[in-house]
């Protein structure tokens, strides 16, 4: 008899610990995260495209296995770009317990309404798509970041507009909340540090393409660059009605802009048009986790495109995969945890992750590019030497 009670308590033990784990998105064949990004409306495809990279690094992962035998889970949930709905998911995902973690959330207005929460729960928050300083916060022991900040882009803007390029007017379109008003601070220092300043700025309201009056207002300012921070649609529309009017100042936009899909929409008005890049040239397959990234997302869809948000997709997801790997088979969420904070420097394919205590950012690499005919792109030297892909 105090076999069997010993055996049934044995039992009710590990039922509770199966019932724990599962509840957050742990079983013994699966671990499934979530993520909640724009899957619709002016962003859609930023959010669609992290998903897609993430996916491919997953499925490349499961087709060799899974880690520790499990195969790797994504589930997205549509947040518009919206804070408020981008809370919703977050707060639903947390109470319903069957994620280990959020992974790819997309832009800073949803992600510094959503990080709070997630850092309340203990929700491990993987690989937003935001170069945000506030995410750099060394208390953060729940957020990996892989891309650089916006500080490091717009400083990169201005080094290759007034020191290489000798401008010395520049203006600057923003997305007029906290994403564009981080934009704001990164271009104002920048000059600042060089005894310039602004000689026009124009704002627009997050999710409209409402950007005429915008125009109009630096317009009248004569600038030498416009400077941008904001989504794809709205500059996009931007740049067309610029060309439009004649006003043909050099164009230069921050990576979250979305590199492929804004050189779709502009089409042939897109020439010249300068992005900043956090994440490798997604052609140059010479580097081999440029290769993998490639062959990955190939064997999602044999019709997919390189890109760079797909790219920073594969990356985020391939160091999320590096710490389930590194959190063992015994999985929980506190064991993700520590196996993120624990990331320290690792190389994947010849790309170098370098994490710290106090440093919660991988990479730290900006880069220039181009948009040339064909919606192509190629990479600007400080020299303007031009590589194509």
């Known amino acids: 008899m105090k076999l069997c009670s010993h055996l049934a308590r044995v039992s009710v033990a590990f039922?509770?610990?199966?019932?724990?784990?599962?509840?957050?998105?742990?079983?013994?064949?699966?671990?499934?995260?979530?993520?909640?990004?724009a899957?619709?409306?002016?962003a859609a495809a930023l959010g669609t495209g992290m998903r897609e990279g993430i996916l491919a690094a997953f499925e490349e992962a499961n087709r060799?296995?899974?880690?520790?035998?499990?195969?790797?889970?994504?589930?997205?949930?549509?947040?518009?770009?919206?804070?408020?709905?981008?809370?919703?998911?977050?707060r639903s995902i947390i109470d319903g317990g069957n994620h280990i973690g959020l992974i790819g959330p997309v832009g800073t207005p949803t992600s510094r309404a959503?990080?709070?929460?997630?850092?309340?729960?203990?929700?491990?928050?993987?690989?937003p798509f935001t170069g945000a300083g506030f995410l750099r916060d060394p208390e953060l022991k729940n957020v990996v970041n892989v891309r650089a900040t916006y500080a490091a882009e717009t400083e990169a803007w201005i080094k290759h507009l007034?020191?290489?390029?000798?401008?010395?007017?520049?203006?600057?379109?923003?997305?007029?909340?906290?994403?564009?008003?981080?934009g704001l601070d990164g271009v104002t220092a920048a000059l600042d540090r060089r005894g310039m300043s602004l000689v026009a700025e124009g704002t627009y309201t997050r999710n409209t393409v409402a950007v005429k009056s915008a125009l109009l207002d630096i317009r009248k300012a004569?600038?030498?660059?416009?400077?941008?921070?904001?989504?794809?649609?709205?500059?996009?529309?931007?740049?067309?009605?610029?060309?439009?009017?004649?006003?043909?100042p050099t164009f230069v936009n921050i990576s979250f802009v979305g590199s492929k899909a804004l050189a779709s929409d502009l089409g042939a008005d897109g020439e010249g048009v300068i992005i900043s890049q956090v994440v490798p040239f997604p052609w140059?397959?010479?580097?081999?986790?440029?290769?993998?990234?490639?062959?990955?997302?190939?064997?999602?869809?044999?019709?997919?495109?390189?890109?760079?948000?797909?790219?920073?997709?594969?990356?985020?997801?391939?160091?999320?995969?590096?710490?389930?790997?590194?959190?063992?088979?015994?999985?929980?969420?506190?064991?993700?945890?520590?196996?993120?904070?624990?990331?320290?420097?690792?190389?994947?394919?010849?790309?170098?992750?370098?994490?710290?205590?106090?440093?919660?950012?991988?990479?730290?690499?900006?880069f220039m590019t181009r948009i040339v005919s064909?919606?192509?792109?190629?990479?600007?030297?400080?020299?303007?030497?031009?590589?194509?892909?």
Not at 114 to 127: N, R, W
Not at 162 to 180: C, K, P, R, T, W
Not at 374 to 388: D, M, Y
């Open 64 to 90: 060799a296995g899974g880690v520790h035998g499990r195969q790797v889970m994504l589930e997205s949930f549509d947040d518009g770009y919206e804070p408020d709905r981008s809370v919703a998911h977050v």
């Open 114 to 127: 959503t990080q709070p929460i997630a850092t309340e729960a203990d929700m491990p928050f993987v690989g």
């Open 162 to 182: 007034v020191d290489e390029l000798g401008m010395n007017s520049i203006a600057i379109l923003y997305q007029d909340d906290g994403f564009g008003r981080v």
């Open 222 to 248: 004569k600038p030498d660059a416009v400077v941008m921070v904001g989504a794809y649609k709205p500059i996009a529309e931007f740049i067309r009605l610029s060309r439009k009017l004649k006003f043909e």
């Open 374 to 389: 064909g919606e192509r792109f190629e990479t600007v030297t400080g020299a303007e030497q031009q590589a194509s892909r």
């Open 284 to 366: 140059d397959a010479t580097l081999p986790i440029v290769a993998d990234y490639q062959d990955a997302i190939m064997a999602v869809d044999p019709d997919a495109e390189p890109s760079f948000v797909t790219m920073e997709g594969y990356l985020v997801g391939r160091v999320a995969l590096r710490a389930l790997e590194a959190a063992g088979p015994d999985l929980d969420r506190a064991a993700l945890s520590t196996a993120l904070v624990e990331l320290g420097r690792f190389d994947l394919g010849g790309l170098t992750f370098d994490y710290s205590a106090g440093d919660n950012q991988g990479l730290d690499t900006v």
């Open 15 to 37: 039922g509770l610990m199966a019932s724990i784990a599962t509840a957050q998105g742990v079983d013994s064949s699966s671990v499934k995260f979530a993520q909640v990004a």
């Open 39 to 42: 899957l619709d409306g002016p």
